[in-house]
């Protein structure tokens, strides 16, 4: 069976820490190189998807190592306190067997002293003995003090080294979460084709006219735009997407949905599942805002082409989509 010794086994937890922080920082470049956008490191998208994989195995095998190691140096400082008890309970029944030796000693002295004069002679040697009975009974009682610090100080030593690796743990989780954040907020808002699947799914159950208005003009903006468009047309509603001028309103972040004034229960369920769906699959879709005047269009800009309906120009819309840039910060879901 695998027993390291203690110090073995806190060396081993020490590198176990460093290899953890070391397998971090290269789940930190893979990342970074995985959605960096210059040609350098796009030629070596392999290189950093292999980093990726091997920091994150790392840092499992590291967190394993810190978990092991920590709990058989807990194991290990029990069994010195354990054997520190042990030594101390033996240290006293030795005082205890001295003091009463020192007792018999001074009664056979008492008795001798009634005797001859060799009867003196062995009263000195008696209380000689006793004597010496005294010193090793103080030296056993010293020994026994001495030992009981040393249980004070093991079990002081014990505490601390349970709330480093409390702190240790703790530092990790919060740099896993970090690195979590970081990376979704450096990726793409991105629906594939089995979630884009399921979206057509579920808008299929309603036939909506819904108006997209783009207020954003990040090219992120711009596939989120092209995917919900695409969704929206395969699950049969009237669609129609126009970007409002910059004096139309000022850009804001997210998506938001809102439907018609005085909307029927089936226009509102078609909005709650639309905003639903974003969010799910991590898009980042915010509640409905207020409904919008009926009849009332987005302005589009002065330059554009004429609005030209993909359905007759008689139909107005009963839902609007307002898609606005990624968010540059987390958002907390609503």
Same mark, same amino acid.
């Given at each position: 069976?695998?027993?390291?010794? &203690?110090?073995?086994?806190?060396?081993?937890?020490?590198?176990?820490?460093?290899?953890?922080?070391?397998?971090?920082?290269?789940?930190?470049?893979?990342?970074?190189?995985?959605?960096?956008?210059?040609?350098?490191?796009?030629?070596?998208?392999?290189?950093?998807?292999?980093?990726?994989?091997?920091?994150?195995?790392?840092?499992?095998?590291?967190?394993?190592?810190?978990?092991? *190691?920590?709990?058989?140096?807990?194991?290990?400082?029990?069994?010195?306190?354990?054997?520190?008890?042990?030594?101390?309970?033996?240290?006293?029944?030795?005082?205890?067997?001295?003091?009463?030796?020192?007792?018999?000693? &001074? @009664?056979?002295?008492?008795?001798?002293?009634?005797?001859?004069?060799?009867?003196?002679?062995?009263?000195? @040697?008696?209380?000689?003995?006793?004597?010496?009975?005294?010193?090793?009974?103080?030296?056993?009682?010293?020994?026994?003090?001495?030992?009981?610090?040393?249980?004070?100080?093991?079990?002081?030593?014990?505490?601390?080294?349970?709330?480093?690796?409390?702190?240790?743990?703790?530092?990790?989780?919060?740099?896993?979460?970090?690195?979590?954040?970081?990376?979704?907020?450096?990726?793409?808002?991105?629906?594939?084709?089995?979630?884009?699947?399921?979206?057509?799914? &579920?808008?299929?159950?309603?036939?909506?006219?819904?108006?997209?208005?783009?207020?954003?003009?990040?090219?992120?903006?711009?596939?989120?735009?092209?995917?919900?468009?695409?969704?929206?047309?395969?699950?049969?509603?009237?669609?129609?997407?126009?970007?409002?001028?910059?004096?139309?309103?000022?850009? *804001?972040?997210?998506?938001?949905?809102?439907?018609?004034?005085?909307?029927?229960?089936?226009?509102?369920?078609?909005?709650?599942?639309?905003?639903?769906?974003?969010?799910? *699959?991590?898009?980042?879709?915010?509640?409905?805002?207020?409904?919008?005047?009926?009849?009332?269009?987005?302005?589009?800009?002065? *330059?554009?082409?004429?609005?030209?309906?993909?359905?007759?120009?008689?139909?107005?819309?009963?839902?609007?989509?307002?898609?606005?840039?990624?968010?540059?910060?987390?958002?907390? &879901?609503?």
């Amino acid at each position: 069976m695998f027993s390291p010794s &203690k110090d073995a086994t806190a060396l081993a937890l020490d590198i176990s820490e460093w290899v953890l922080l070391l397998f971090g920082a290269v789940l930190g470049v893979g990342i970074i190189g995985e959605y960096a956008k210059s040609k350098w490191w796009r030629n070596r998208i392999r290189c950093w998807q292999i980093c990726v994989i091997v920091g994150v195995l790392g840092e499992l095998l590291s967190d394993g190592g810190i978990f092991l *190691f920590s709990r058989r140096l807990q194991t290990l400082e029990g069994a010195e306190i354990g054997g520190l008890d042990a030594k101390t309970k033996t240290a006293l029944n030795d005082a205890n067997a001295a003091v009463i030796q020192s007792g018999a000693a &001074k @009664t056979t002295a008492g008795l001798a002293e009634q005797s001859s004069g060799r009867a003196v002679e062995k009263s000195d @040697t008696a209380e000689r003995s006793a004597s010496t009975a005294m010193t090793l009974a103080k030296g056993a009682r010293q020994e026994a003090d001495s030992f009981a610090r040393d249980i004070v100080s093991a079990k002081k030593q014990a505490a601390e080294a349970a709330s480093h690796l409390a702190e240790a743990l703790k530092q990790a989780e919060d740099a896993k979460k970090r690195i979590t954040e970081l990376a979704d907020l450096s990726s793409l808002r991105l629906i594939n084709d089995a979630q884009k699947a399921e979206l057509v799914k &579920k808008l299929g159950a309603f036939s909506e006219a819904a108006e997209i208005v783009v207020r954003g003009g990040a090219y992120d903006t711009m596939l989120v735009t092209n995917v919900v468009e695409g969704a929206l047309v395969a699950a049969k509603w009237k669609v129609l997407t126009v970007n409002p001028p910059v004096s139309a309103g000022a850009a *804001f972040i997210g998506i938001r949905v809102t439907t018609v004034e005085g909307a029927s229960a089936s226009t509102a369920r078609a909005a709650s599942t639309l905003i639903e769906e974003l969010n799910r *699959f991590k898009v980042v879709s915010f509640p409905s805002g207020p409904p919008f005047p009926r009849g009332q269009l987005a302005p589009v800009m002065s *330059f554009s082409p004429p609005r030209l309906w993909r359905w007759d120009n008689t139909t107005l819309p009963t839902i609007r989509i307002e898609i606005g840039d990624k968010p540059p910060f987390p958002i907390t &879901k609503p």
